[in-house]
Every structure is written in structure tokens, then in C-alpha cells.
């Protein structure tokens, strides 16, 4: 449990807004059938790629919360998670050992499909301090771009709240 007096630094603060560096998502058909059956869909538009160009897409199109599978490499991905150990963005040292998910929310702005490689980057947005059952809790919420590599155009935008206690 952090300390009942942690309280957000200014040092914590001038993390916020500071951008990482891109990464690169692959959305593979494997990917999107593969997340589609574990969410139980059974919309061919998830498996079907001549099922789906049929209704207008470009293939097999990426169900709501799938934007693609990191690119993984050893030598910059953390090893239990997957997700890229990057530069360029926040770095705060919560004095915290419980952690949760405050939950993601994610706007849509075009339409994801097998094929696609999306670049994204994201910034520290907010942080909060809050009582909780357990103490003191940090509510650190990240912002995210999902752009399209190959148009640039931004497919998505998400934000992500942890609560750090």
C-alpha cells in the first residue's frame, strides 16, 4: 500500500504531456479471428475475408477493443507483458505494489481490417490522488494515437486509467 501521504510532485506533474515514441502494431488475420473467438463473436465479418470485402471492406475487419498485437523484440519489450519499453515518455517511480485497471476507453475514428499496421503513441494525461479501501491511491491516466503507417490517418484515439495503490 503507498504511504497514506503520498501526495503527486511537481517533478510527477511535468510528466504529463510528454510524448513517447511511436510503435508498431500489426492487425494480422490470425489476430483479428483469434481476439474475434475469444470475445465469442460469431460475425463472419471477423473471419471471412471474401465475407467481408463483400460488405465493403478492405479484409477481415478488427472487432472493437483490437488494435493490433505489438511488434515484439526481445531486445525492447518487457518480458512479462509484452508492450514496448520505449523513450521519450513519462518515467515516475510510484511508491506503490497494488495495482488496477481503471478501465479503457476507446473512440473509433475509421475502420481497422486485417492488413493494417497502425503507429502508435501515447502521453501521460492526468494524475490523481484518491482515498480508497486500501489507502491512497495514484489514478494515472495515458492518452493514445493509433495512426494508419501507410496514410497517417488517425484510426483511433484510447485512454487508459491505472490505479496505483
Known amino acids: 500500500m503507498a504511504d497514506k501521504d503520498f501526495e503527486i510532485t511537481d517533478e510527477m506533474r511535468s510528466q504529463i504531456g510528454k510524448e513517447s515514441e511511436p510503435w508498431t502494431y500489426e492487425v494480422t488475420t490470425t489476430s483479428v479471428r ?92 492526468d494524475l490523481k490522488t484518491r482515498d480508497i479501501a486500501v489507502g491512497r491511491a495514484v489514478f494515472v491516466t495515458n492518452e493514445s494515437v493509433y495512426k494508419d503507417k501507410a496514410t497517417g490517418k488517425v484510426v483511433a484515439r484510447q485512454k487508459l486509467t491505472s490505479i496505483h495503490y
Request: hydrophobic share 30%.
Open 34 to 125: 483469434m481476439y474475434a473467438r475469444g470475445i465469442g463473436s460469431e460475425n463472419p465479418v471477423h473471419y471471412d475475408v471474401d465475407f467481408a470485402k463483400s460488405q465493403g471492406f478492405r479484409s477481415i475487419v478488427a472487432p472493437a477493443g483490437y488494435l493490433g498485437t505489438p511488434v515484439y523484440s526481445p531486445a525492447t519489450n518487457d518480458p512479462t507483458f509484452g508492450f514496448p519499453r520505449r523513450g521519450g515518455g513519462p518515467r515516475m517511480n510510484l511508491p506503490s505494489k497494488g495495482l488496477l485497471d481503471g478501465g479503457t476507453e476507446t473512440e473509433y475514428l475509421d475502420v481497422v481490417c486485417a492488413g493494417d499496421v497502425l503507429e502508435e503513441t501515447s502521453h501521460l494525461a
